[in-house]
């Protein structure tokens, strides 16, 4: 007798306990940025932290927004976020011994322009490889006002010299 008024209960509350699962899914949605984190090794990754540590508020005007999942070797400004994630492998297209696409302020970058009109920078001559992606939003600005904001704390953070 007991058991048949369990089951309904209990049938019952599984389509509630579904609905409640699909609501909750739905709302706590959130716009943020995503970003992979990279796994370097420790050395690399005490410079990293060291790098979120001294990493400015705004980035060309716009407020720190970082990316899920958190991580001190991942950073982002705005929405759609300019993301840093510091730590990354060398890029092939990449020799550290050639002339790159540029030089702001003390930090040379390779500049690699994306199929959808964003940008990707990823620092040179540093112990530890920096990326820096612009989206085609920000970058038709002027993709390169996120590099002169960062120029400063890379070069206080990651010292000169060749990433093994």
């Not at 940025?33 to 420790?42: K, L, T, Y």
């Not at 508020?57 to 840093?84: M, Q």
Request: hydrophobic share 40%.
């Amino acid at each position: 007798m007991n058991s048949s008024r369990h089951r309904h209960t209990t049938l019952l509350g599984l389509p509630v306990l579904a609905l409640l699962i699909t609501v909750t899914g739905c709302s706590s949605a959130d716009d943020g940025a995503s970003a992979v984190v990279p796994g370097p090794d420790a050395k690399v990754s005490a410079l990293c932290r060291n790098l979120d540590k001294v990493l400015p508020k705004k980035v060309d005007g716009l407020d720190r927004n970082d990316p899920e999942p958190r991580s001190a070797l991942t950073a982002g400004w705005g929405s759609p976020a300019i993301i840093l994630r510091c730590g990354v492998e060398r890029p092939s297209k990449m020799s550290d011994m050639e002339a790159l696409s540029g030089e702001v302020n003390g930090v040379g970058w390779l500049m690699e322009k994306r199929d959808d009109g964003a940008y990707r920078f990823t620092s040179s001559l540093r112990r530890a490889y920096v990326e820096v992606s612009v989206p085609k939003k920000w970058a038709q600005r002027d993709g390169s006002a996120a590099l002169v904001d960062l120029a400063a704390p890379i070069k206080k953070a990651i010292p000169a010299g060749i990433a093994d």
